[in-house]
C-alpha cells in the first residue's frame, strides 16, 4: 500500500523530467543565413545644425527603416542622433529641449509635424519620433523640412535650426 502512495507523484516528476528534456530550446528553430538579404532598406539624411547667431551647433542624422514588402502596412518611426555621438553639441544653453520636425526652412518655418523631448541631450539624442494621429511619416517626405531645437521650458526660444538634406536610401543597410 505504501508503493502505491508514492507511485502518482513519482509518475509526475518522471513525466515533467521527460518533457523539459525533450522541448526544443530557445534559438533551437532559428536558421541563421548570413546571405540572405534584409527585409528592410534604410533611408537616410542629414542636417548641420546652427544657432540663431549662426554658430554652428553639430551635425545629425536622421535615419528610417522601409520594409522591402510594397504591400507591408509597417510604419517604422524617424531615428534621429547626433552623427558623432563622441563630440558634444555646441553652442547650445540647457541640455533639456524639444526636438520638433517642422515644415519650412529655418527661415520661414512652418508648423510642427512632430516633436520629441531631450533631456540630458548633449552628446547623443537618441530621439525616435512618429507621426502624431496615427498617420505615416516618412523621412523622404520630410527632405526641405527642419529640424529645430526649441527651448519650451525656459525661454521659449529656437536653440538651433537644420534643414534635412541629402536624403538617399541605402538597399543592402
Known amino acids: ?18 518533457l523539459t528534456t525533450a522541448l526544443p530550446h530557445p534559438g533551437m528553430l532559428a536558421w541563421v543565413c548570413k546571405s540572405c538579404p534584409n527585409p528592410n532598406m534604410l533611408f ?13 551647433v553639430g551635425q545629425l542624422k536622421l535615419e528610417q527603416s522601409i520594409s522591402r514588402d510594397v504591400e507591408s502596412t509597417e510604419v517604422f518611426s524617424v531615428q534621429i542622433d547626433t552623427a558623432d555621438n563622441r563630440v558634444n553639441l555646441a553652442n547650445l544653453k540647457t541640455s533639456y529641449f524639444q526636438v520638433q520636425i517642422r515644415s519650412g526652412s529655418c527661415d520661414n518655418l512652418g508648423d510642427v509635424k512632430v516633436s ?3 533631456r ?14 496615427g498617420e505615416p511619416l516618412a523621412l523622404a517626405d520630410l527632405i526641405g523640412d527642419s529640424v529645430v531645437f526649441f527651448d519650451s521650458k525656459n525661454t521659449n526660444t529656437k536653440l538651433a535650426c537644420g534643414e ?10
Open 164 to 173: 534635412i538634406e541629402n536624403g538617399q536610401m541605402i538597399e543592402d543597410a
Open 44 to 56: 537616410t539624411a542629414g542636417a548641420e545644425m546652427v544657432s540663431p547667431s549662426g554658430q554652428p
Open 1 to 18: 500500500m505504501r508503493l502505491s502512495s508514492s507511485f502518482p507523484p513519482l509518475l509526475v516528476c518522471l513525466s515533467s523530467l521527460s
Open 116 to 118: 520629441q523631448y531631450c
Open 120 to 133: 540630458g541631450c548633449t552628446n547623443s539624442l537618441g530621439v525616435a519620433v512618429a507621426a502624431k494621429d
